[in-house]
């Protein structure tokens, strides 16, 4: 419980001290973007540390799943298209997927290191 509380706080500071200071003209949400990043990055660090299981579900579940947020992407995502800004919406999908996925990659090549 304290961990989710944690990563839900983080969650609200990253996003509203990123979406502050960047704004991109077709309106992507970066806020979101730079949390599910760092999210998929930590999550990739997590699971190439070699950490008891119960640690590892408290850490992924609680505090990374608590600090990343789908629903807020994929609302943000409709709102774009519902605003005709279809070329946002899109770039919101891929520019996420493919910052994700590399994200943690390398978040497990960290932890590899470590």
């Known amino acids: 419980m304290v961990l989710g509380g944690l990563g839900a706080v983080c ?7 990123v979406s502050g200071r960047v704004k ?18 930590l999550l990739g660090l997590l699971g190439a540390l070699a950490l008891t299981p119960q640690i590892a ?11 990343t947020t789908f629903s ?3 609302l943000e995502t409709q709102r774009l298209a519902e605003e005709r800004q279809g ?15 590399a994200a ?5 090549l960290t932890g590899r290191a470590l």
Do not use: E, K
């Not at 991109?24 to 990055?41: D, E, F, M, Q, R």
């Not at 579900?57 to 600090?67: D, H, I, N």
């Not at 070329?87 to 996925?101: E, L, P, Q, R």
């Open 11 to 17: 969650r609200l500071l990253v996003d509203r001290t």
């Open 24 to 41: 991109l003209a077709n309106g992507l949400p970066v806020g979101t973007l730079a949390v599910n990043v760092s999210g998929a990055w």
């Open 72 to 74: 807020t992407w994929m």
């Open 104 to 108: 943690a990659w390398l978040g497990q």
């Open 87 to 101: 070329a946002a919406a899109a770039a919101n999908i891929v520019v996420s997927m493919v910052a994700g996925v």
């Open 57 to 67: 579900l408290l850490a992924g579940t609680a505090f990374v799943g608590a600090y």
